[in-house]
């Protein structure tokens, strides 16, 4: 089955930094475009940051670009989002996104995690 696993979450102070990971598994994974996506209460989710699966290209939300960072690991199957200078804005629940069938409905998402960040 296709599976998405995010971990990494938990409670940071504003301006401090946090690393998160999705392992991935039951598809190819070295091919596909993978993503983040954050949602916070009351709002709708929105995309994070992005990575090509052959040159690593990457794309950023304007709310994040020069603080978070996407990188992935193809042997490990896993893709991870360094987030540095963190601010309160940043408190959301975290998605890793596949574009993949995950029990017949696309694309695949995780089960989030959440980051919280203090002031």
């Known amino acids: 089955q296709v599976q998405l696993v995010e971990s990494g979450g938990g409670l940071v102070q504003a301006g401090g930094s946090l690393r998160l990971s999705c392992a991935a598994s039951?598809?190819?994974?070295?091919?596909?475009?993978m993503s983040w996506y954050r949602q916070a209460p009351g709002k709708e989710r929105e995309f994070v940051a992005s990575?090509?699966?052959?040159?690593?290209?990457?794309n950023y939300a304007d709310s994040v670009k020069g603080r978070f960072t996407i990188s992935r690991d193809n042997r490990r199957n896993t893709v991870s989002l360094q987030m540095n200078s963190l601010i309160s804005e940043d408190t959301a629940v975290y998605y890793c996104k596949a574009p993949v069938l995950q029990q017949g409905r696309f694309p695949a998402w995780g089960q989030g995690t959440q980051v919280t960040v203090s002031s």
């Open positions: 039951g598809f190819t994974f070295n091919y596909v475009v």
């Open positions: 990575i090509t699966g052959v040159g690593g290209g990457t």
